[in-house]
């Protein structure tokens, strides 16, 4: 695999203080590249480059940043070879999961965001009912913040790391993107991607390093996009808060799967089984934890169990030759450890797997599902990020929804059941960013659709025009027509009579009404 001294510009020709930092492939144990871990000073002069090329940048209008977007796209479908190389040698994830989740997404990204910007950005022409504006033209318009700070995490280096630079830069700004120490190598081909189509310099820098350097980042932006930890969510937020900027907060998740007894079970079991097993359930809004109505509760236990079984675990060897693969961030394995061992040992049972795989320089967990649980178990309650499922009985769907709504986290959820209407009434009452009825996680790839957290998964969503607009600020334009009064009425000098009059107005509009 490529070191960062392999790819040019990598460095974004700043000199750097720090040591270099290992890229692990999880999958193997070996070294997938280096880069630098740069400190505050590197990323203060990033900055002040940043801020220097978005004037232009800008200046190239929707139509100029569409361009390079779009060759953007035809550039990454160009390589996606070498991209999923890149991003299955830092994550260890499979073939299909890089595939699947990340180059579509990405692909989708640059042709939705280059064909959208245009519109969600567009100037709003508003009317308005206030008196004193009458006969002025009043516009709303999308101006982008200048510089705009991306952190992101390891599971998806692609799709939640350098994905969303890509509004941000189709708005106007200029990006300085902090990947993950873990798996910052695919943000950086990106970076260099987009130099061979045409991205001017410092529009898009990548300060690669670890928190202090995500900490550093924060103190120069106008604007952070975070993904992550809801811990380190806070971290920024506050940081944020200080410094009076915009923070958009994607944390983490605890998403609950419903299954009512009328639902399909076979489709119901091959979602949990996908969803909560695709990337090695590293994913922010997999299905962590299932609720089944008692009727169908056996069935569907038994479905998932043969399914998850019969999953292969392993080193990724190209396209089919496993479905599960590495657990990319070596803390994360203790944690899956513990969630497991702490539910065993309240009671639960494993039906399969429930073990680290032993031997071997990778790094793997045995796609597991357990049973018997409740909510005094971890693995019902915290975030365990890992091929993991926990299936509770309960006996109907009030149950299931207090069980499902009982969670700091409101990220994701699903429900099963044939009646679609039931599915959707039940749906609304999750206290969730995205409830899908028979499906689950798709919600993802709508980029027309907010994704976003409630409660403690997040603030702010990204996708959609909200998705585009957080990048700008709003700016209200009112400007008054060449033949208008050299003096408004409500002006010096105050006149008994202007005033009696205006004050007439005011109550013949706004005083008809009726107190009850
Ligand atoms: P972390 O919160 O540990 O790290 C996220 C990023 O923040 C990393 O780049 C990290 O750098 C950086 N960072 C660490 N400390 C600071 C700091 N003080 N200030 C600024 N940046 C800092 O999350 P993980 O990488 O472990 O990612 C997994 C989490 O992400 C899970 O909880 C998952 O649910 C969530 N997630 C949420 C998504 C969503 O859309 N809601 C999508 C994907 C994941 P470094 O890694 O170098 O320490």
Redesign the pocket.
């Known amino acids: 695999m490529a070191t960062v001294e392999q790819l040019p510009h990598a460095h974004n020709g700043i000199a750097h203080v720090g040591e270099e930092i290992a890229v692990e492939n999880p999958a193997t144990g070996q070294t997938a590249g280096t880069v630098p871990d740069l400190g505050a000073a590197a990323v203060a002069d990033m900055a002040r480059r940043g801020r220097l090329a978005q004037p232009a940048w800008e200046a190239y209008g929707f139509e100029g940043r569409g361009r390079i977007l779009s060759r953007a796209q035809k550039w990454l479908m160009d390589n996606s070879a070498q991209v999923i190389e890149t991003i299955v040698s830092e994550t260890g994830k499979t073939f299909e999961d890089a595939s699947l989740a990340e180059i579509s997404y990405a692909g989708n990204a640059f042709g939705f965001w280059a064909k959208n910007a245009p519109e969600y950005l567009a100037d709003e022409r508003v009317k308005s009912g206030q008196l004193l504006v009458k006969g002025k033209k009043l516009t709303l318009r999308y101006r982008p913040l200048g510089l705009i700070g991306v952190?992101?995490?390891?599971?998806?280096p692609l799709t939640?790391?350098f994905g969303d630079c890509i509004p941000a830069l189709a708005a106007g700004n200029s990006v300085i993107l902090?990947?993950?120490?873990?798996t910052p190598l695919t943000s950086l081909l990106m970076a260099e991607g987009l130099r061979e189509c045409g991205l001017p310099e410092d529009v898009l820098q990548i300060a690669t390093?670890?928190?202090?350097?995500?900490?550093a980042?924060?103190e120069e932006v106008d604007m952070i996009m975070?993904?992550?930890?809801?811990?380190?969510?806070r971290?920024?937020a506050e940081?944020a808060a200080k410094r009076l900027i915009p923070a958009s907060l994607?944390?983490?998740?605890k998403d609950p799967m419903i299954v009512l007894s009328d639902a399909d079970l076979e489709r119901a079991a091959n979602f949990a089984t996908y969803y909560a097993m695709q990337n090695a359930g590293?994913?922010?809004?997999s299905i962590e934890r299932v609720y089944v109505e008692a009727p169908a509760y056996d069935e569907f236990v038994a479905k998932v169990s043969d399914k998850v079984r019969a999953l292969r675990v392993g080193q990724p060897q190209g396209p089919g030759s496993v479905e599960v693969g590495a657990i990319t961030?070596p803390p994360?394995l203790e944690t899956i450890e513990a969630h497991v061992a702490d539910a065993i040992d309240k009671g639960a049972r494993v039906l399969t797997g429930g073990h680290a795989v032993s031997g071997g320089a990778g790094r793997f967990y045995e796609p597991t599902v357990l049973v018997d649980v409740d909510h005094t178990m971890q693995c019902m309650t915290e975030?365990t990020?890992g091929p993991t499922l926990p299936i509770m009985k309960v006996a109907d769907a009030e149950e299931a929804v207090r069980l499902a709504n009982d969670s700091p986290y409101g990220?994701g959820a699903s429900v099963f059941s044939r009646d679609v209407a039931r599915g959707e009434q039940i749906a609304r009452r999750l206290e969730v960013g995205a409830a899908n009825v028979n499906d689950a996680m798709i919600n993802y790839t709508v980029l027309e659709l907010p994704?976003?957290?409630a409660k403690a998964?997040?603030l702010g969503s990204?996708h959609g025009a909200g998705g585009i607009r957080k990048y700008c600020s709003q700016q209200a334009i009112v400007v008054t027509p060449k033949l208008a009064l050299k003096r408004e009425p409500h002006m010096y000098p105050y006149k008994r009579r202007t005033s009696r009059l205006l004050a007439g107005v005011f109550k013949f509009l706004y005083g008809r009404g009726k107190r009850d």
């Open positions: 952190i992101g995490p390891w599971n998806y939640n790391s902090k990947p993950s120490e873990v390093g670890r928190g202090e350097t995500g900490a980042l924060v975070f993904t992550g930890s809801t811990r380190t969510g971290k920024v940081a994607e944390l983490g998740g590293q994913t922010c809004i961030f994360q975030e990020f990220l994704m976003g957290g998964s997040g990204r």
